[in-house]
């Protein structure tokens, strides 16, 4: 039975006793809607999902300035500080050395003066033109040092988060000004940055070299060859989600506070409540200051409360821990077996030569699937022999413990998934 008013497409419920006696052995065409609304006098309503509500801010009718919290303490109060721009760069101009021969470069004087704030405003606006000028002496440089960071492994100014007197210098500082330029006069287009930067000759290298460039830049600090990364611990879990087919690529539905109905104000470790298992995207997740999602925290993921440009890369005992026990990774790895053991298997004939058993070509065709969907490449035919031991080596343990035969299949081809999840060649970027 079909009821009309419980419809959940375009047309919005009829109410009314028409509504109530609205039931049908089919569904309804739009054309039989319409006539229906059209008997009931109901208009044609279309029905209106409720919006989402999001945090916003909204300006006092009279801004007034702040005083100084004395060592971040937001009891102890110092003398009021005027709203401004930083003066530290008035007038300066830009480092000689740092000059290119480009006639667009930052030569012009930088003067913070040339802003003024209204004082019925609360200078948000001022700030932000302030930031986004042209002759600005940092903003085009730091943005662009940031995006080099993630493309090439390791920034231009290897502290990004410190572009003063304390931080590092430039590598390149020509190469620096040049993409800063370039990023401005293309409207601050990050994704044409990015397009600038992959399509050259040093994103595009090798991350193999031989020993004399290792030896004469052995941090790779004039790029000549490409940076192994390791992936971060978003990449990582999505990487293995979408491996095994479980990636859920749609949005999440409201907050998880929002749909718990609890508040976060709790001692630390309490909050870990919060963390639901989920398959969407990384970038989905509860993330709570004093409690990160479970599956994320073992791979040098970044302290919430403070701000981090460049993350810290450990290698730790915890991390191949978790590989190995974690409900996640050993989940994803049956996953994706079941997808192997329940998928036809494709007729290719790439086998050695002498018989084979019809049993042995279906396992064949299961361990090529496997590097295909995890590495991106088929296996050698050392591999391939290395993996169907392996397989059947964890046959022969589970039988010998007597566990239950039903899912001996299951977990000898999930060993090998979840051995291929945690290589190397997984986890780098070459």
């Not at 200051?289 to 302290?303: G, T, V």
Request: proline share 6%; aromatic share 6%.
């Amino acid at each position: 039975d079909y009821c009309l008013a419980d419809r959940s497409d375009r047309f919005a419920p009829l109410v009314g006793r028409l509504a109530h006696f609205a039931i049908f052995q089919h569904a309804l065409s739009d054309a039989q809607v319409l006539q229906l609304y059209d008997a009931s006098g109901q208009a044609r309503a279309v029905k209106r999902e409720p919006g989402y509500l999001v945090m916003g801010v909204r300006e006092k009718a009279k801004p007034v300035d702040c005083k100084i919290h004395i060592n971040g303490d937001g009891v102890k109060l110092g003398p009021v500080v005027t709203r401004g721009f930083l003066t530290a760069y008035q007038r300066a101009q830009p480092d000689s050395r740092a000059q290119t021969d480009s006639a667009d470069s930052h030569s012009t004087a930088y003067d913070p003066n040339d802003f003024t704030l209204d004082a019925k405003q609360s200078g948000r606006l001022q700030l932000a033109a302030w930031l986004t000028h042209p002759d600005h002496p940092q903003t085009a440089r730091v943005m662009v040092n940031r995006v080099w960071m993630h493309l090439f492994g390791q920034p231009i100014v290897a502290t990004p988060d410190d572009f003063g007197v304390y931080g590092a210098r430039p590598t390149h500082p020509q190469l620096l000004d040049h993409l800063a330029d370039q990023f401005v006069h293309d409207g601050w287009s990050i994704k044409r940055l990015i397009r600038r930067l992959v399509l050259t000759r040093s994103y595009q290298l090798d991350s193999r070299a031989n020993d004399d460039l290792i030896n004469a830049d052995p941090e790779n600090i004039y790029q000549a060859r490409h940076s192994r990364r390791r992936l971060d611990a978003e990449t990582l879990r999505d990487s293995m989600l979408s491996a095994t087919g479980s990636l859920d690529t749609r949005p999440g539905n409201g907050s998880a506070i929002e749909q718990i109905n609890q508040l976060i104000n709790w001692p630390p470790g309490e909050a870990t409540d919060l963390h639901r298992d989920s398959n969407q995207r990384s970038i989905y997740l509860c993330m709570l200051r004093h409690a990160p999602p479970p599956d994320l925290a073992a791979f040098d993921l970044p302290d919430a409360t403070a701000i981090t440009g460049r993350r810290n890369e450990t290698t730790l005992p915890t991390q191949a821990l978790f590989l190995l026990n974690s409900p996640f990774v050993v989940q994803q790895s049956e996953q994706l077996a079941s997808t192997l053991l329940s998928a036809p298997t494709r007729q290719k004939n790439d086998s050695p030569p002498g018989e084979i058993t019809d049993v042995l070509r279906a396992d064949r065709e299961r361990v090529r699937e496997a590097f295909e969907r995890t590495l991106l490449r088929e296996p050698s035919e050392a591999e391939m022999r290395a993996a169907l031991a392996h397989v059947q080596d964890v046959k022969s343990t589970i039988r010998g413990q007597q566990r239950e035969s039903h899912r001996t299949e299951l977990r000898a081809w999930a060993s090998l998934c979840q051995a291929l999840l945690t290589t190397n060649e997984f986890r780098y970027i070459d």
